[in-house]
């Protein structure tokens, strides 16, 4: 599977493999403190991935 970031801010990819091995999408974002906090991770997850390839 060869996916951006772009397809990590969409919350339907947690219905795909790999991601149903750890749980339902409800499951998943509650590792993250609910929905907002999964959206927030990816986000700043965005920005270092931005900033890493930015420096180097």
């Known amino acids: 599977m060869n996916?951006?970031?772009y397809?990590?801010?969409?919350a339907?990819?947690?219905?795909?493999?790999?991601f149903t091995k750890?749980?339902?999408p409800a499951k998943i974002a509650a590792y993250f403190g609910?929905?907002?906090?999964?959206?927030q991770a990816v986000k700043?997850?965005?920005?270092?991935l931005y900033i890493e390839n930015e420096a180097g």
């Open 3 to 5: 996916l951006g970031i």
């Open 7 to 10: 397809e990590l801010e969409k």
């Open 12 to 18: 339907e990819i947690l219905k795909l493999d790999p």
């Open 22 to 24: 750890l749980g339902k």
């Open 34 to 39: 609910g929905k907002a906090g999964y959206f």
């Open 44 to 48: 700043e997850l965005e920005d270092a």
